[in-house]
């Protein structure tokens, strides 16, 4: 079955620097991922769509790619701030009869 | 203000008691959701509707009920049967079921003391 992948573990950078998360998925390619941002105790926000067919999305600071052959999407955040800092989500739907389906999410902690 | 709520906010239950979950949306949307959320494991879906009196079972159903009586109401009954309810209960809502973008409630915290 389809499995949508995020790294558990916590990413900590620096203020500033860029931060760069990653969704990878087995078996066939979705129509287009989701990312959403979760701050603790309260429901996601959706960010950003980006479909098969585009290369790339942006908006303001966040830079989501997404590459059918490795199987994978990143998200970027450029300039990162401590206010950033929360847990990032994404999210496919396998197939058109199937429903959208999360990862784990990556929390991201940006210090100064 | 349009948008979708929760309440309440935290809930406390005893074993053996069923309770209710309330989520309403104004945002117009045909589609509704009920996510559960626990720690490392993300979110589950446990029902959702793609339109008014109709709703599917989700990966997580059992132990659960829902109803699709208006399209701005989706509420969420935790009954007896649900072995370890105590769990974060998203709500969500989006378009319609293809148009699948997801606008999330606040949350309910559930606890089964």
């Known amino acids: 079955s389809q499995k949508i992948e995020q790294n558990s573990e916590a990413l900590n950078i620096q203020e500033g620097k860029t931060a760069t998360l990653t969704c990878n998925y087995t078996?066939?390619?979705?129509?287009?991922l989701q990312w959403y941002r979760q701050d603790p105790g309260r429901g996601p926000v959706f960010l950003l769509l980006i479909r098969e067919n585009e290369k790339e999305k942006r908006k303001e600071r966040l830079k989501v790619t997404f590459d059918t052959t490795l199987k994978q999407s990143l998200f970027h955040i450029t300039a990162s701030q401590p206010a950033d800092s929360a847990t990032y989500l994404c999210?496919?739907?396998?197939?058109?009869?199937?429903?959208?389906?999360f990862g784990t999410g990556t929390r991201l902690q940006v210090t100064l | 203000d349009g948008g979708i709520t929760q309440s309440p906010k935290y809930l406390f239950r005893k074993e053996g008691q069923n309770v209710t979950l309330s989520c309403e949306q104004n945002l117009n949307h045909d589609a509704m959701y009920w996510y559960r959320q626990d720690p490392g494991q993300g979110l589950r879906l446990i029902y959702y509707s793609q339109i008014v009196n109709d709703f599917q079972k989700g990966d997580i159903a059992e132990g659960y009920s829902v109803s699709r009586e208006k399209k701005e109401s989706f509420p969420l009954t935790v009954t007896s049967a649900q072995k370890n309810p105590t769990a974060f209960y998203l709500c969500?809502?989006?378009?319609?079921?293809?148009?699948?973008?997801?606008?999330f409630g606040p949350g309910t915290r559930l606890t089964v003391l």
């Open positions: 078996n066939y390619s979705p129509a287009y």
């Open positions: 999210a496919q739907r396998p197939g058109t009869a199937s429903k959208l389906t």
């Open positions: 969500a809502s989006s378009i319609t079921s293809y148009k699948d973008t997801q606008y």
